[in-house]
C-alpha cells in the first residue's frame, strides 16, 4: 500500500485516472476485507437491545440484563483507552479502579448506584451519572495521579471518611455539579501533610452540605479555584484550609451558610488564600455577616473577616446567583469531526457582544457541553473571522468531546456544541454552533458506508489542501492528503450502517 501511495504521488496522472484507480483500489480493498472477515463477525459482535444501537469501543453494563458485562470493573478491564462505558440503572456492589482514560457514564445517578468505593488513577477520565452510597471506611470517590479528569452529576451520600478526594498530585481536574452530603469529609484536597499538592483544580456549582467538614484544601495545594458552590449545614466547617503551605487557592462567589457550631465556623484559613474575585465581581454570601450596605450595591460595605491574615473584601448581602448570561459567538474547528478520529484537540473561538473584551474570560471557567474543560493553554487572542472584532481561541481535548458526543448515541448528522464561561467579573457567557460528526468510513456522514463515500474520494484521491480538487470531507483520516489509506477507512468499514 505504501508503495503504491509514493507512485500514485509521483506521477502526474489526468484526473479521471485518478479516479478510475482510487475507485479500482476501493473494489480491490473491499473485497479482501469482505473475503478476511468471517461471516459470523457481525453476529458474534452483537448484543440484543440497545448495545447493537451504540458505536463501536462503547462497553454496556448491567447488574442483571442483557449486556457485555455485569460488573463495572470487568468492563475496565477489558476496555481499551478512550473507550466509553455506559453503566445501566442497577445496584453493583463493587469498588471499581480506574486506571485507564475512559468515559464512565451512569445512566441516571438517582438509580445507577455504586455501594463501594471509586478509585481513578489516571488522566482525562470523565465520570458522571452515577450514585456512589455505602456506610463505610475510605472515600466514595478518589482520585490519584490523575490530571484533566472530569467528575460531574454525581451523588455521593453515605456515611464514609469522605465524599470526594483528590491526593497525590491531582492536578487540572474538574469537580462540577454534584451532592456531596453525609459524609465527614464533603470534598478533601489534598491528602494530610506532605509535598504532594493537588493544584489548578476548578471545584463548581457542587451542593456541600451535611457533613461534618464541607470543603478542605490542604498539603500544599495551590491554584485550586471554588466558585459557585452551596456549602451549608457542615456541622464542624464550612471552607476549611488547615495547612500553611496551601496558598493562593481562590474562593469566591459561594453561598457559604451556617456551617460549623452555632454557625460560626464558615470558614478558616491558615494560609494566604483569596475570598473574592475583586470589584465589581464580588467575594461570596456569608449566613454570619453583620455588615451593612449604605450604597445598595449588594455588597457589604467591611469585610467579612475570617481571621487577621483572611478576609473576603466584598462580601454578598444576599445569596449570590449568576448574573444575566450574555450570548457569545462560537466557531468550532473542524467542522466535520470523525468521532474515532486522530486529531488530538478541537478548537473553539470566542467572540463576545460589543461593550465586552475577551482579554477578561476567565479561562478555567470555560467548559463545552457543561462536561469538558477549556485546556488553560495554549490560548490565543487574535481576530479568527477577519471581522474586526477580537476572539479567544481556546482548545478542548477531542476524545472527551467526541466521548460525550457518542454518550448520546449520536453517530451522524448534526451535533450543537455549547460553550459557557465567565469574566473576571462574574458575567457569564454562552455560545453555540454546530458542527456534522461521522463514524469510520462514513465520509457523507449519511449513516451508511457505501459507493457515495467511494465517490467522494475518488473525486479528490491525489489532493491536498490548496489543491483545487482538495476536500476537507474526504480526508478520513485527517492527515491532510486524500490516499489510499481514506479509502482503506472505507473498505473496512464497507456496508456498515451507523443508526
Known sequence: MEKSKKLLNRIDFPRKLHRLLALSLAVVLISYVAAAVPANWLRSTEVVGMITALPPHTWIVDDDGAAHFHTIQEAINAANPEDTIYVRAGTYNENPTVNKTLLLIGENKGNTIIIGNVLIEAGRIQFKGFSVEGDMPGSGITLSYSNYSVISDNRIASKRWAGITLREYSNNNTISNNIVVDNEYGIKIGYFSGPAGCNNNIITKNNVSNNTIGIEICTASTGNKIFGNTVENNSDGGIL????????????HNNILYNGEAWHRNAEDLSSN????????????????????????????????????????????????????????IDTHPDVLSLLGRVEWISAHIELPVGYDVSDIDVSSIMLNETTSAELEPITIGDYDNDTTPDLMVSFNRTLVAGYILSKGIKTGNVTLTATGQLIDGTLFEGADSIRVRMPGDINSDGVVDGMDITIVARAFGSNPGDPRWNPIADQNEDNTIDGLDIVSIAKNFGKVYT
Open 241 to 252: 484550609i488547615l495547612d500553611v503551605g496551601a496558598s493562593n487557592n481562590k474562593i469566591y
Open 274 to 329: 483569596i475570598w473574592d474575585a475583586g470589584l465589581p465581581s464580588g467575594g461570596n454570601f456569608w449566613s454570619d455577616y453583620t455588615g451593612v450596605d449604605t450604597n445598595g450595591d449588594g455588597i457589604g460595605d467591611t469585610p467579612y473577616v475570617i481571621d487577621a491574615d483572611s478576609q473576603d473584601r466584598y462580601p454578598f448581602m444576599s445569596p449570590w446567583a449568576p448574573l444575566p448570561v450574555i450570548t457569545a459567538t
